[in-house]
């Protein structure tokens, strides 16, 4: 395959239509990602958003229990209902009332709640220590930019790769390396005892014992990508699903009743991811070979860059209706197959691996992907946004994120608190 020399917007096809973006998603063997990710790849290379075929089936199957609904992690777990109802008391003890409310930032309790569900959930230990919250967050900014670079600033290309390396190398020698030799004891003892049935089914542990002679680093760098991939989007998507659904209920009131239902809130977190991305702004392919697309005929020459533009995509009118902007609880795609949250957690076979986590439609009430219950604590506990603290958001177009986003909420033993 003849590819493009440099990584230049100027020379993609940028996909913008809904059928167009899914179809490229699907015909993953017509466009692949392999060189996409340029100035990034020291720090994704051979992980699962960079390869593709055989090797990224095998990775996906090797991780497939670490994702499932009954890890304590999962929709059936609890994990996530005893971090946020731990860091929610800490706010009601550290934040005075004004007036019978308590006022504080969603997304710094988004961060922390998200940070400890995904540390037990790659094999972090010693996570619960605020002070630990606290040195994660300061060291993963600059790694998310490394991360993200082809989006950045050329003029900040360097900086970014300068300060994304000190603070990739700290996370190793802090937080990585000392988990990843006490799970290598566990798989020790485990052998030893003549299996591995009870071992954890974090990342750190399912890739050690998937090869006798475990890639460490590739390891590592696949745990630093679910890190910051988990406290960056989710975060962000949360404050979003309180902003739409807060608006939503203030002209509904009726709907009111409904904030602990699992159908309402998955239809209300759905609609926002649909609404909102928080991430990149686009993602990438490399044409294999000269292809046409089904859904437009439009002709692709081997070689050429692909940007799937997603948000754009996720408000095609011509799939979610003229009034695809808006916030609707009641919106059904035109085509029934077309999940109603689009395309944001990508398709094919490169769909979101953290999909299950996030979203969780089977089994019961209880049963609740992250993204549902969160949102389902918040609105029961009472949590608005604050009309006077301040709302802020960063990133490009079609990557929209909330840095801050103050809110406010009934003190607990107060008229209308918990």
């Not at 958003?49 to 992690?73: C, F, N, T, Y």
């Not at 953290?354 to 992250?370: F, H, M, V, Y």
Request: glycine share 8%; proline share 5%.
């Amino acid at each position: 395959m003849t590819r493009s020399t440099a990584w230049d917007h100027d020379t993609f096809v940028h996909l913008t239509d809904f059928r167009e973006v899914e179809e490229v998603f699907r015909r993953g063997r017509d466009f692949v990602l392999g060189g996409t990710k340029a100035g990034s790849d020291e720090f994704v290379h051979g992980t699962l958003v960079a390869i593709d075929g055989r090797e990224h089936l095998a990775r996906r199957r090797g991780l497939m229990k670490m994702i499932s609904a009954d890890q304590p992690w999962g929709a059936e777990g609890s994990l996530v209902d005893e971090v946020f109802r731990r860091h929610l008391e800490r706010i009601v003890r550290a934040h005075e009332p004004r007036s019978g409310d308590i006022r504080f930032d969603l997304v710094d309790l988004g961060r922390r709640v998200i940070w400890r569900v995904t540390a037990a959930l790659v094999g972090l230990d010693d996570i619960d220590d605020p002070a630990q919250v606290e040195r994660f967050q300061e060291l993963v900014e600059p790694v998310l930019e490394g991360l993200t670079l082809e989006y950045q600033p050329e003029e900040r290309h360097a900086e970014i790769l300068a300060a994304a390396r000190t603070n990739r190398a700290r996370i190793r020698a802090e937080m990585f390396d000392p988990s990843l030799e006490r799970r290598r004891r566990l798989i020790k003892a485990a052998r030893n005892d003549g299996g591995t049935g009870d071992l954890p089914h974090d990342l750190i542990t399912s890739m050690l014992t998937q090869s006798d002679d475990p890639d460490v680093e590739l390891i590592f760098r696949e745990l630093v990508a679910l890190l910051a991939a988990a406290v960056n989007n989710p975060v962000s998507q949360i404050a979003w699903a309180l902003d739409d659904a807060s608006r939503w209920l203030t002209d509904r009131p009726e709907d009111l009743r409904r904030i602990g239902e699992k159908e309402f809130l998955g239809r209300a977190v759905k609609e926002t991811m649909r609404l909102h991305r928080s991430s990149r702004p686009h993602v990438v392919r490399i044409a294999a070979k000269d292809s046409v697309l089904e859904s437009s005929g439009r002709e692709i020459p081997e070689g050429t860059w692909v940007s799937l533009w997603l948000d754009a995509a996720n408000h095609d009118p011509s799939m979610f209706g003229a009034d695809a902007d808006r916030y609707d609880l009641n919106r059904c795609p035109v085509d029934p197959t077309v999940a109603p949250f689009g395309i944001g957690l990508g398709g094919g076979a490169h769909v979101c691996l953290g999909r299950p986590l996030l979203l969780w439609d089977q089994g019961d009430e209880d049963a609740q992907g992250l993204l549902v219950k969160v949102l389902r604590f918040l609105l029961v506990a009472g949590v608005r946004p604050d009309p006077a603290g301040l709302q802020l958001e960063s990133g490009p177009d079609g990557g929209r994120r909330h840095t801050r986003y103050d809110v406010v909420m009934p003190a607990p033993g107060t008229a209308g608190g918990r």
